[in-house]
């Protein structure tokens, strides 16, 4: 493209704009933060012959729109399912739920006692320091792959709960 030279003070600008203007919005977005960033991932030990286990995290929502986490998958377990705690008349129960929120510009803790990830009628037993690979699946159809590894529990977490599909 040819720029006048009769008009010196605009060809900065000009070239500015069409430098611009080549930028795609792909280039744009890999300068941002991933939308949902994962930390700490870990897979709870279980004891031997134990059939479920724990899986726990934090995820970060970088962006001011809630997000959830409505599905998780892994080739470890027969089933996997989304985990809260809840206080039913004095009983702390576990049950399965549709998603965990994750608030705009903040996050969820998959902990103990709280929301977490179930694997659920494993398929081998794990061993500490095994990566598990966990699919997990958002509600805007999103997913991300992570490997989780395999931990013992800390000292005072209660150890993985003996599991089936009645809570």
Known sequence: MLIPKRFPMYRHALLAGLALATLTPASLMAAEPAALRIEA?????????????????????????????????????????????????????????????????????????????????MKAPLKEGDAVPITLTFDDGSSQRIDAPVRKPHDGAPAAHGHGKAH
Not at 60 to 80: F, Q
Not at 89 to 106: E, H, L, N, S, T
Request: charged share 20%.
């Open 41 to 121: 991932p870990y897979v709870r030990l279980a004891p031997p012959n134990a059939q479920a286990t724990g899986v726990f995290m934090r995820i970060h929502n970088h962006h001011p729109v809630d997000r959830a986490l409505v599905r998780a998958d892994s080739p470890v377990a027969h089933s996997v399912e989304l985990h809260n705690h809840v206080n039913e008349q004095g009983m702390m129960k576990m049950v399965a739920v549709d998603k965990i929120a994750i608030p705009a510009r903040g996050q969820a803790e998959l902990k103990p006692g709280s929301y977490h990830i179930m694997l659920i009628d």
